[in-house]
């Protein structure tokens, strides 16, 4: 499949999946999902580099890093643990991400749900046209086709545990 068709199908632009695929930015989780689909691939395909037999455990010592850059060249406000990495059979994502504050509040959708408990700080999450904020211990769980924008509240990073499905 050509960047361009792939990019069409995602609903992504072109430029974004070569950067992608250079290296020179790793996409925000509602791209991921765009592509992965268009892909006919699950999610985790993106964030596995070896296979393990279950169950797979990450240890909290051991979780490493993969941030993205919410948008194309931009810095990025999401920094990605993945907690079920070569867990190749799996439906769902499970993440633990700090989110860094931004005044960004661009929303995204794609099939699924998503389930956050805030670990830390506090949360805005803007679904649809309500808004709502989350604090320390709060959770949620929500349709994913609905625009939605999650995101650090008060100017201060905050720390969730997401559980993110998507149908292939």
Do not use: W
């Not at 290296?23 to 070896?50: C, H, I, N, W």
């Amino acid at each position: 499949m050509s960047v361009e068709d792939l990019a069409k199908n995602a609903g992504v632009e072109a430029s974004l999946v070569r950067k992608a695929e250079a290296g020179e930015v790793y996409p925000p989780l509602g791209v991921l999902v765009k592509l992965s689909r268009a892909l006919g691939q699950r999610l985790g395909t993106f964030m596995d580099d070896q296979v393990r037999p279950d169950p797979v455990i990450t240890r909290y010592k051991d979780r490493t890093e993969e941030t993205a850059a919410h948008k194309e060249g931009a810095v990025g406000k999401y920094h990605y643990y993945p907690l079920a990495k070569g867990k190749t059979d799996r439906h769902m994502e499970p993440l633990y991400i700090v989110v860094q504050p931004c005044d960004d509040t661009c929303t995204s959708s794609h099939e699924g749900e998503e389930f956050v408990i805030v670990v830390k700080g506090e949360v805005e999450l803007v679904y649809g046209k309500e808004r709502f904020y989350l604090q320390e211990g709060d959770s949620m769980h929500y349709n994913s086709v609905v625009p939605h924008h999650l995101g650090a509240a008060n100017g201060e990073a905050a720390e969730i545990f997401a559980v993110i499905y998507t149908p292939i």
